[in-house]
């Protein structure tokens, strides 16, 4: 069975960070696959939400709806996260 980005014709770049290819990553941001059409999707433009710390980002599966003024406005905070999971992703996400 062919592979996402083989079926998808993704170059070698986007190869080596796809999230078929980095199990617990998200599908990064640039992927035209990744795209989200739901009217609910809208780009976030106020930092207090986008840098919401208490917001759990690892509940996102696509780098997407970590900028998605409905996932950071609706999504799960911290509080919902499993207790026995690591937090993945950029530890340095909210410095400027």
Do not use: I, Q
């Not at 996402?4 to 992927?31: F, I, K, L, Q, V």
């Not at 976030?44 to 900028?67: I, S």
């Not at 999504?75 to 909210?94: V, Y």
């Amino acid at each position: 069975m062919a592979n996402c980005w083989e079926r998808r014709g993704c170059d070698d770049e986007m190869m080596s960070r796809c999230p078929h290819n980095t199990p617990g990553e998200p599908c990064p941001a640039d992927c035209h696959y990744a795209a989200c059409d739901r009217p609910t999707h809208v780009v976030a433009t106020d930092f207090a939400v986008l840098l919401n710390p208490e917001r759990y980002y690892d509940a996102a599966v696509k780098e997407v709806c970590r900028f998605c003024e409905h996932f950071l406005e609706h999504g799960p905070d911290l509080a919902d996260a499993p207790a026995d999971g690591s937090r993945a992703g950029n530890p340095n996400r909210f410095l400027l």
